[in-house]
């Protein structure tokens, strides 16, 4: 009996541990073998939220980037310019005998505004056109001589040489005499003057500004990628702020550059002021149509981030920061064109850029994983 039972004891000790070990692995072991099967969600939410759990994670909200379609109008910041501007200076020196025009009036073109003393280039005109007079009654003497071979053709060369330089002097005086008037080069408005009655003027110095208020033109960049299309011609409008009408200029040139820092190219557009309605210098909100309709990348303005270098992006990738640099366009009241540097379906971080650093873990609060 006593080695009956020491057999039975040494068969159920095996037993006993097989069982111990499958009660083992059933209680302890956190494991659990699933089938395969359930849906893979927002991949960049999922990636984030897997990260999360083992390391500290920022949360953000993000902005999934996506095209949009421009319509053919264009909203552009302007200016309207003068077509001509000049800063008048007298071109010789002399003291102000008279000023011929009130600060902001109109003047015409060729109407004296300013005249210096001329009286020492008078009286040098005066005794050269006397000169003048008697070489002129000199040569015609000689030139009977020489026909009668009273006087050699030497003699005849001298006071024909003679006759022609005193005759070049008394031109350059009469030019002389004409830029002690200083005239308007062009039908305009005269603005403050710098001078005063009796001040002894030097050669260059400032006069008054003369502007053309009757022929302005509409400056505004474009974002190049528009300039493809036929715009010399074209009409735009525009606005003023502050007044209700809507005016209208003709675009008749481009700056055949463009901007590196902006990628937009200026244009100049034609605009007939004469009801003097507008002054140069004004700010216009341009309307331009676009002969095409573009879709492109918009993300909202609170992503972009402006430095020294240009604009810049946070996107979120394998659930991390990214710093990506930039190429804008057009702004609207919340959002940004972005020419490159996002596509479509890139996950752009909208909210926490300051606190964002490259590769930091982030985990997007506004999308919701499958």
Known sequence: MKKRGKFILYLSIPVVFVIAVFIYKSTFSGVKMGDGSGHQGNSEVNRAKSRGEGEKSLPVSVHIADLHLIEDGLTLPGTL????????ASELAGRVVSINFKEGEFVKKGEILV???DDELQAQLVRAQYQYDLLSQKLERQKILLSKEAVSREEYDQAST?????KQDIEQLEIKIEK?????????VIGFRNISLGALLVQ????ATIVDVVHLILEFSIPEKYVRNQLIGNSVTFTIEGMGNTFSALIYAIDPEVDVQTHTMTLRANFDNSKGLLKPGMYAKVSVVSQKKIPSVYVPNQAIVSGVKGHSVWILKDGKASMTQIQTGL???????????VEKGDTVITTGLMQL??????????????
Do not use: H, Q, Y
């Open 162 to 166: 003679e006759f022609n330089v005193l």
């Open 81 to 88: 310019v003068a077509r001509e501007r000049v800063e008048m």
């Open 115 to 117: 005249k210096l003393n």
């Open 331 to 341: 702004r609207t009241v919340d959002m940004m064109e972005v020419i490159s540097g």
């Open 180 to 188: 002690m008037k200083i005239r308007a080069p062009f039908d305009g």
């Open 357 to 370: 650093r490259e590769g930091m873990s982030v985990t997007p609060t506004n999308l919701k994983s499958e």
């Open 204 to 207: 260059g110095s400032k006069v």
